[in-house]
Structure formats: structure tokens, C-alpha cells
């Protein structure tokens, strides 16, 4: 990967701290830096200081779900730019569709591969592959 990667950060989003740990180490070779929030309320308290290149999310988290909060980041003229990518458990495709229509890039079920994480990092971030 190119240094410019190392400029490039990551949020993940997710309630597990499991899931946390396992995406990150998942990511990090790669040299991107990385930001973890354990909700959407912390995510967007955290999203006032930091400007992630992607965010990767879980749907389901207490407080805030995941369509909660990617329609308040949509919303948002100065974060609606980042492309947000879901990760669920969830197997219903109307989990998928609203996602997407809420503004998401895309969805990946859980559990998230190597291969599948690394190919929807490079289709949503072309620019720093």
C-alpha cells in the first residue's frame, strides 16, 4: 500500500468489543489509523474532532442503531461525504435496501472475511489504494 494510506483513518463502529478488536487487527497492516466508537452517540460526538476517510458500522447498538446514525451523518453537509459501509449479522435484505437508501456505500454480513472487508475498502476507497 502507498504511504498516502497513512494518512487515510477508518471509524468502526460497533457495540462488541469482540468485533472492534477483530476489524481493527484486521486493518491496521494496512496503515490506515483507526478510530473506534462503541455507538452511534459516542460516533458522533467523536466525528466533531476527527474526519475519517471511511466508517465501517454495526447496524445493531443500543442508544442509536446504525440507520440512525448514518441518516444523522447524511444529513450533515460536512460528514455526508464519507462512505459508510454496514456490518451486520443481519441476513434480510430489507436490512441491506434501507441501508443503502439511507445513504450507505454497503453492507457486509458478519461474520466479515478478509476477503470480503479488503475488497469493499478498495471499491470505496480507490483513491488511496
Known amino acids: ?21 477483530h476489524i481493527s487487527k484486521m486493518i ?5 489509523k483507526i478510530h473506534v466508537a462503541k455507538s452511534g452517540l459516542q460516533a458522533l460526538k467523536l466525528l466533531t474532532i ?12 443500543p442508544d442509536m442503531d446504525g440507520f440512525e446514525c448514518c441518516e444523522r451523518l447524511k444529513r450533515s453537509a460536512c460528514r455526508a461525504h464519507i462512505p459508510i459501509i454496514f456490518l ?16 450507505a456505500e454497503d453492507f457486509i454480513t458478519k461474520p466479515v472475511s478478509r476477503d470480503d472487508l479488503f475488497s469493499k475498502l478498495e471499491e470505496h476507497m480507490p483513491w488511496v489504494q
Request: no cysteine.
Open 1 to 21: 500500500m502507498e504511504d498516502n494510506s497513512l494518512k487515510s483513518s477508518i471509524l468502526i463502529i460497533d457495540d462488541s468489543t469482540t468485533a472492534l478488536r
Open 28 to 32: 491496521v497492516p494496512l496503515g490506515y
Open 50 to 61: 476527527i474526519n475519517p476517510t471511511l466508517i465501517l458500522m454495526d447496524l445493531g447498538m
Open 88 to 103: 451486520s449479522g443481519s441476513h434480510d435484505d430489507k436490512d441491506k435496501e434501507k441501508a443503502i437508501d439511507l445513504g
